[in-house]
T-cell receptor, first 114, second 112 residues
């Protein structure tokens, strides 16, 4: 099985400050990687997914960006945070063959923008 | 946009009772998966059912899939207090295999 490491677990950032959330994956190679955001008590919104190094697909126009500098590393960034960026961010991974594979999640990062 | 919708949004039952949650989706899928999330944690995979399957069992879990109605149900039998969590369905659309879309979730509370 795969293990997803995600950090930091919690952060409080002022409006207008930059953001960097990092995610690394163990136990697989060439995975599909995902960033989801979850508002309090709500469902998961797919933000970005990546099928390979340097390949990023954005699902929702927003203040965020994603990068995949290495096969098993996925980074979520922002140059200037907005209050609406607050939420619970989840990194996820599944096997190279996307169809039919289990999705593994990290423990999430709580972001509060103040 | 999210295509999965779970029903009910919240469910409260007594320990030992069965809990049934439903999921509806909009497009053709390769498979449908159910996940569990404890408060403030990541999601954990429970069970996967493929588009050519109609029913699947895993321990106290039973999942059904009706592709003609674009719906699935998750049944947890003999519920326990430890089953208290949010449950999500996730679909893998045939158009866009890498994009897993999650529903809004059902918050289950099992009372001891």
């Amino acid at each position: 099985s795969q293990t997803i490491h995600q950090w930091p677990a919690t952060l409080v950032q002022p409006v207008g400050s930059p953001l960097s959330l990092e995610c690394t994956v163990e136990g697989t190679s060439n995975p599909n990687l995902y960033w989801y955001r979850q508002a309090a008590g709500r469902g998961l919104q797919l933000l970005f997914y990546s099928v390979g190094i340097g390949q990023i697909s954005s699902e929702v126009p927003q203040n965020l960006s994603a990068s995949r500098p290495q096969d098993r590393q996925f980074i979520l960034s922002s140059k200037k945070l907005l209050l609406s960026d607050s939420g619970f961010y989840l990194c996820a991974s599944n096997g190279q063959q996307g169809s039919g594979n289990t999705i593994y999640f990290g423990e999430g990062s709580w972001l509060t923008v103040v | 946009s999210q295509q999965g919708e779970e029903d009910p949004q919240a469910l409260s039952i007594q320990e030992g009772e069965n809990a049934t949650m439903n999921c509806s989706y909009k497009t053709s899928i390769n498979n449908l998966q159910w996940y569990r999330q404890n408060s403030g944690r990541g999601l954990v995979h429970l069970i996967l059912i493929r588009s050519n399957e109609r029913e699947k069992h895993s321990g106290r879990l039973r999942v059904t899939l009706d592709t003609s109605k674009k719906s699935s149900s998750l049944l947890i039998t003999a519920s326990r207090a430890a089953d208290t969590a949010s449950y999500f369905c996730a679909t893998s659309p045939t158009s866009g295999t890498y994009k897993y879309i999650f529903g809004t979730g059902t918050r289950l509370k099992v009372l001891a």
